[in-house]
């Protein structure tokens, strides 16, 4: 326990010390929600928008924590340090995934202040929880698609690749604006993306409709298929470096 | 297996390599090695670049499992963690979070063992009392290498194992890690030591185990050594390096 927690504060401590790290987490999605929605008067939009921007927010930690963060990781002779310590796998991987835990907590905290701040939000008493329910969701979903992207990305491609796909991944997903608002060839390709399955979820949960099984399935999908990648991509460095 | 009697070398080895083969795809790098530690016991491991050195030295910490044969530390399996309790490291390569500080770096490594070195005592051993609050990214190549040192020292371990520690050390740096090894292993410790500086392995082994091609073609202490390479004994009193470094090229087939 007291392994795992010290893990955590080495994690904790090195990103909070490095700005390349909370750029895209912690100080774009608030940026980017001023910039682009407000401040404004639609409550139904500025409140929608809130919740999109909170899940973009979870995406930058996911890909720059865990993908950008094992992938610079792996190979460093501080990680084969580790190797000889009294040290397990789990121990190593819970103060990981804690540490992730706390940021993106803080990360979708941000935005949802900054959005009461600025906007005349309305969230029913009765859905906070719903929806931050299905936030955190798909927030495990795409963590472990970052796990997978940290164990197959090379150490110099971790960083364009996270970018990308966090760039893309959201404007695609309909996060940005909503989605009907997404040209007709992003709107096709859309709907299966994990952020735009994870987006139709939080945003039924948001307002209180009912969530199609169709969205769950895929979004289950995702984080079997992310998962088995992980797990692939895990045995292959292990069997490279520590067989 | 037979179980030894407490007194035979079963029981009194702090590390223990049997048999050990190690393949990766067409390479062998280990072909049957034994290796056998005792406390008190400072044993350098030689051979030139590719003998199998450090693969050995992972064996040994259990980062890798052997193809054949099988490794022990204090009679335990190496690759659970508790047994690495005992045991400090220095890998060949050092390096650290660049964001964290020296003294956040050896507070972390503290936490992995029971029973640590107190950190200001550690910093002052190893010299690095001043550089406590500088960040880890921003060391010099020999503060680096002082501060992976120390960290095989923070759970006041029993054994030490050492790749190449004293690559680029200073003299004064080098003379000092050599006199706090020989305290350690006065005191009863036992290390092992990967080195390309014969001097050094003359100046501290109580052993040799010279490495070529992922075997063994020499043991013994260093006048052995010199001895069985066909020089004459008087050679290894000599403290500067020909009697051993001229030994080990002809062990290894003068590809030192």
Do not use: C
């Amino acid at each position: 326990m007291m392994v795992a927690l010290a893990h955590f504060k080495e994690q904790t401590l090195q990103h909070l010390r490095a700005p390349g790290y909370l750029l895209p987490t912690l100080a774009m999605p608030g940026l980017f929600y001023f910039l682009f929605e407000g401040p404004d008067t639609e409550v139904g939009l500025v409140t929608f928008l809130m919740v999109s921007y909170a899940m973009w927010a979870i995406l930058g930690v996911a890909f720059f924590q865990f993908g950008v963060g094992i992938a610079e990781e792996r190979a460093t002779p501080w990680e084969r340090f580790l190797r000889t310590l009294p040290l397990s796998a789990g121990q190593r991987l819970a103060g990981r995934v804690l540490s992730a835990g706390v940021f993106a907590a803080a990360a979708a905290a941000i935005v949802i202040v900054e959005a009461h701040l600025i906007n005349p939000v309305s969230v029913a008493a009765d859905r906070w929880l719903p929806w931050i329910l299905a936030l955190g969701a798909g927030g495990v979903v795409v963590a472990v698609g970052g796990i997978a992207m940290g164990y197959w990305a090379s150490p110099r491609a971790a960083t364009p690749v996270a970018t990308l796909a966090w760039l893309l991944l959201a404007y695609l997903g309909g996060l940005w604006a909503t989605p009907t608002e997404l040209p007709s060839w992003a709107a096709e390709v859309s709907p299966y993306l994990p952020t735009r399955l994870w987006g139709e979820v939080t945003w039924a949960a948001l307002q209180g409709q009912a969530t199609s099984p169709r969205d769950w399935l895929g979004l289950l999908a995702y984080a079997v298929g992310f998962a088995a990648l992980a797990l692939w991509g895990y045995r292959r460095d292990e069997g490279a470096s520590y067989r | 297996m037979i179980e030894l009697p407490d007194d035979d070398l079963g029981a009194r080895a702090v590390a223990e390599l049997r048999g050990v083969h190690k393949r990766y795809g067409k390479v062998e790098a280990l072909r049957g090695f034994d290796l056998q530690i005792g406390p008190g016991e400072l044993v350098a491991l030689l051979g030139p670049n590719g003998a199998g050195k450090t693969t050995a030295v992972s064996v040994l910490l259990g980062q890798r499992r052997p193809d054949a044969g099988s490794s022990r530390l204090f009679g335990r399996d190496p690759t659970l963690p508790a047994t690495r309790r005992l045991v400090g490291a220095t890998p060949q390569a050092a390096g650290f979070p660049d964001n964290l500080t020296v003294r956040e770096v050896v507070d972390f490594v503290r936490v992995h063992y029971p029973d640590p070195a107190a950190a200001p005592e550690l910093l002052g051993r190893f010299g690095l009392a001043e550089l406590a609050g500088r960040r880890a990214g921003g060391l010099s190549g020999g503060q680096t290498r002082r501060l992976a040192v120390a960290l095989a020292f923070t759970g006041r371990p029993r054994l030490v194992v050492l790749d190449e520690p004293t690559t680029g050390l200073d003299v004064e740096a080098r003379r000092g890690l050599w006199e706090i090894l020989r305290a350690f292993v006065a005191g009863g410790g036992a290390v092992l030591l990967t080195t390309h500086y014969l001097e050094e392995a003359q100046a501290l082994a109580s052993r040799v185990v010279v490495l070529a091609d992922g075997q063994v073609v020499a043991h013994g202490s260093v006048e052995d050594v010199t001895t069985r390479a066909g020089l004459s004994g008087g050679h290894a009193r000599v403290p500067a390096p020909p009697g051993l470094e001229e030994a080990i090229l002809r062990l290894t087939g003068g590809s030192s």
